[in-house]
Structure formats: structure tokens, C-alpha cells
């Protein structure tokens, strides 16, 4: 972690388990249970729960709930498939909903 020194990251909430790097950070403009939620190209220090297909505002995809490996919290979902072709650049994304997670600076 010493090449993150000064750098801010995104961690658990409940337990401060890191989550995302602000450099994975690819929009704020998502909405998810809880209100706004922001979109990162990369998550670590999560696991993926099973794969389900679920109606989303922007249409149906199949998705993975994304929870913290350390405490458990849900935090968000992964797309894992979009059956919209307009909507394909979301697949491998993750779903942080911002009531999840803190800002830090390492």
C-alpha cells in the first residue's frame, strides 16, 4: 500500500475494509437502494454472491451482489450481463452504493 500514500480510496463503512481506488472511480450519476451510488471499473476486498437476472431503471441484467470480504455488508452489485446491446459497457462494472462506503486518503 505505500504506492497509495496521499491518495484517496473508498472503504467499508462499517468495518473500513478498503473497497475501491479513486482512480477506479468511473461516475457518481447511479442510483441504487439507499440513493446515489457511484460506478467503478475495479472493486477489491469483495465478494461476489450468486448471479441473478433483475430489472434495473436503465433495463434487465443479470448481476452479482458485491459484499465486503471482511464485515460482510452488502455494498452493491456487479453487471456480469446486460440484455440491452446500448447497455454492454456496464458488464464487469461495479455498483458501490455511497451510503456504503467512506472516503479516505491512504
Not at 12 to 34: E, M, Q, V
Request: hydrophobic letters at 35%; one cysteine or more.
Amino acid at each position: 500500500m505505500d504506492d497509495l500514500d496521499g491518495h484517496p480510496l473508498f472503504s467499508c463503512n462499517r468495518c473500513r475494509n478498503p473497497i475501491a481506488l479513486r482512480h477506479n472511480l468511473l461516475s457518481k450519476a447511479f442510483k441504487a437502494r439507499s440513493g446515489q451510488a457511484y460506478m467503478f471499473s475495479e472493486a477489491m476486498n469483495v465478494v461476489l454472491g450468486g448471479k441473478r437476472e433483475q430489472q434495473l431503471i436503465t433495463g434487465r441484467y443479470v448481476v452479482a451482489d458485491v459484499s465486503c470480504s471482511k464485515c460482510g455488508e452488502v455494498l452493491g452489485w456487479k453487471y456480469l450481463k446486460s440484455l440491452d446491446d446500448s447497455q454492454r459497457y456496464k458488464i464487469g462494472r461495479f455498483i458501490i452504493e455511497k451510503s456504503k462506503i467512506l472516503k479516505e486518503y491512504a
